[in-house]
């Protein structure tokens, strides 16, 4: 936190200290995308509102770029992704970190008050873990998405045959057998919990039980402390207290581990990204430009492994840069 202090980053909320798993630590980023070099004519201010599981990749970025300029304030808040949109409309922020995507109607928001939708960019890839912890057994067999939803919601879109409610139901045996599952979740202004409800409860609702926590890093410690817990984070919120579960698409599918090599496997995958305010055809000012090149540069792609993330190719960031008229380079 000092060193954040000491390069003027002003950060409203709580930021996670991640641990990342050795695994990601080997992750690589694309050798094609470039270094990083400081330009000149940089003033202003980033002001960035929304995602709380963006919040330390934000942080990361800004404590790299106010190294380059040191006179150009960052202020940071994570709160939930639902805060984006708004913040992006009113003129409060420039950058609006979220883990999941807009919302039509916020789409639509944005652009009744502008007339030209918000432009999105895809930073990095996120695996969407299940916690439990760090002895539960259940860690070694796996789960299907149906008993995910099963155990989290009350609606059961998953077709699973019964509520889930205990670790016996699940067939552990022992002690674990008649303890019940104590469910840790986020609320409804974080994009990880809209994420979870469309892909692991088939859009259906969360049950009542679900102790809401206002940090994806709240999530895991709250399981970390409790022996028969389970809650849903990022898998770069990942500590040595817990354990994640592996997952299955089916029940008949062979559960697949959250790890780099399984990417493209993984059952809840998604990408991490942020809005900004751009109008078509407009040539963007020097600082967000620059912020934009440093993030997808390698130098940036790095702070996403060390955030415990997977970095993009280079051939998405030279995608993502051309849509506001930037090139990697």
Known sequence: MSRIKSVMVAVLGVIALTISSSAFAQVQVDSKLPAYSPSQGVSGQIKSIGSDTMNNLMTLWAEKFVSMYPNVPVEIEGKGSSTAPPALIK???????????MKS??????????????????????MLAVYVHKDNPIAKKGLSLAQVDAIF?????GGFSKDIKTWGDLGLTGEWASKPISL???????GTYGYFKKNALYKGDFKDSVKEQPGSSAVVQGVAKDKFGMGYSGIGYKTADVAVVPLSKTAKGKP?????ANAGKYPLSRFLQFYINYRPGKKLEPLRAEFLKLVYSRAGQEVVVKDGYLPVSAKLAARELGQVGLKLE
Request: hydrophobic letters at 30%; aromatic letters at 12%; charged letters at 25%.
């Open 256 to 260: 697949v581990s959250a790890t780099p």
């Open 184 to 190: 840790y979740g986020r609320n409804s202004a974080s």
């Open 91 to 101: 003129g409060a922020a420039n950058f609006g970190p979220m883990s999941r995507a």
């Open 105 to 126: 109607a916020e789409v639509d928001a944005f652009e009744k008050r502008f007339g030209y939708k918000p432009t999105m960019f895809r930073t990095g890839i996120d």
């Open 153 to 157: 919601s009350k609606t059961r879109k």
